[in-house]
């Protein structure tokens, strides 16, 4: 019998409890969207919250995606901190040179504190805004940067890895600072209304670093932080490969992993079995010239490989789709989650 | 006398656990009775292609592609000095991050270029597609490798194409990053002459290219 259709935040919780929903839960991740919705410009639409609500609530109705993403942009904790974020027409805002250079200055590092520090109030404002106007229908989705991959924007990548490698007590004090933050920014936005977090953490992926090194470090620093983050997780990659670290990744208490387009939804099904539930993998890259009919091809084939059985959000793979992807291919998307993400999924067997 | 392929074992193996000082030892050592450029040739451009390659299948993380790069780079430094003549400096190279601040791409690739003997200039990040047309036309680029990692910057590869063909400069770029690596099409679609997965293959394009021009 036909499961009676959910609201979004039920369709969630029950394939997070590696159970079957009505059809298979869609997560598209849409930040910069919203600018295009309004009619304005990228920096102008981050200015405000009011803003980011308005895009926010017109996307999901246009785009009937399962949640509400507070994701303003990358750089918005480094400009917490003091740095700059860089704007452009056509893409994310980024940041701009790193803002710790020396030892001296990681060794006088202060967390920014969070009621006092526009930027971060303004999401704030908007995650309650979101919660007043969505109330239990949709997850709220809250973002922090890992304390572990902070400082990418912190120092540079190239600076960080030389840290991780060469100077371990001075990477261990850059930590403690950052996970201070970073619990604090977390709850911040779980207290506002968030329904869950996205703890960002490509630095952990195996792209990045061998998976015995991320075991000294990036672990760590994730089993620590997350025991402190008072909701449920959710570990992205943000394209980074996560095969090999699938049961570590469960063992830091996160409940869902992003997972790359690099990697197979099959293989890391399988192997995630119910101890994570995985949201991807969508090229959000390739996705820029999809045809509807590849998007409708490409979205079956998801389902068939990581639907069964629940514990799949489908997504893109990257967190944030890029905003050469057009509206007609998004709507070619939720279509396509509306035809073949139907449960149960009886057109698998029917087509073997 | 040691063989070359045992050297290379082992110098990959040091590489990969980013033991500076067995690298250097392995390497050194057998510079007394094997020439410098056989043990660049021989030994340390195949082990960086074969962890390039090793990136790009996903074994080998970034991390030690980076840093096994600045070894091999202080490495090639000692066996080679800057000015050596046996240098590959005829090709007039150089390297930039297009728009972005994301620089160790970069890094990775400048450090595995002059690892392989080759010189080039660093046009530094952040850099414009106007500026960028500008230093290479002002410095006779014939080869430019392009590092992004946003795709709003990789899109601005076009810009730079349009504005040295509008300026009449046979400029051959080779583009590299992770939004050419999610789409294979990508480079063709900003006009780059060739994209890299990753840094041994810019090796194998920049030797294409001197191949065919040479």
Redesign the interface.
Known sequence: MKPAAMTSLQRVLTSLGHQEPDRVPLFLLLTMHGARELGISIQEYFSKAENVVEGQMRMRAKFGQDCIYTFFYAPLEVEAWGAEVLY?E???P?????FLRTESQIIRLEAPCIQDTVCLHKVLSAIQMLKARVTDQAPIIGVVMSPFSLPVMQM???KY??L??EKPDLFWHLMQVNQEFCVAWANAQLAAGATAICYFDPVSS?????RE?YLETGFKVARETIARIQGPTATHLA?G?A?PLLDDLAQTGTAIVGVS???DLGQLKAVAGDKLTLLGNL????M??WTQEQAAAIVKESIRKAGRGGGFILADNHGEI???VSEETLLAISEAVRTYGNYPLDWIEDER | MTDISQIKDRFENALLA?NRVESRRILLGNSTHIDPVQLIEGVIVPVMEQIGQG?HQ?S?????V??GGRICEELVDSLLPPKSEQRKDRLRMAIAVL??????GK?VVYSTVRASGYELLDFGH?IHADELASRVLQDGIEVLLISTL????A?KVKDLRQKLDAAGAKVHIIVGG??F???P??STDVGADAMGCNASDAIHLIRSYEEAHS
Do not use: C
């Open positions: 452009v056509d893409g994310p980024n940041s701009a040179q790193p540079g990548f190239d890895l030389e991780i490698y195996t792209t990045i670093l061998p090194k394209s490969r095969l387009a690099l990697e090229n959000g890259i390739e820029r010239h890029p905003w050469q | 980013m990136w996903g080998v993380a970034l991390s030690q980076y840093m728009e972005d601040h994301h620089v160790l890094r952040g946003m795709l709003p910057s899109l992770a939004p690596i999610f789409d099409q990508l």
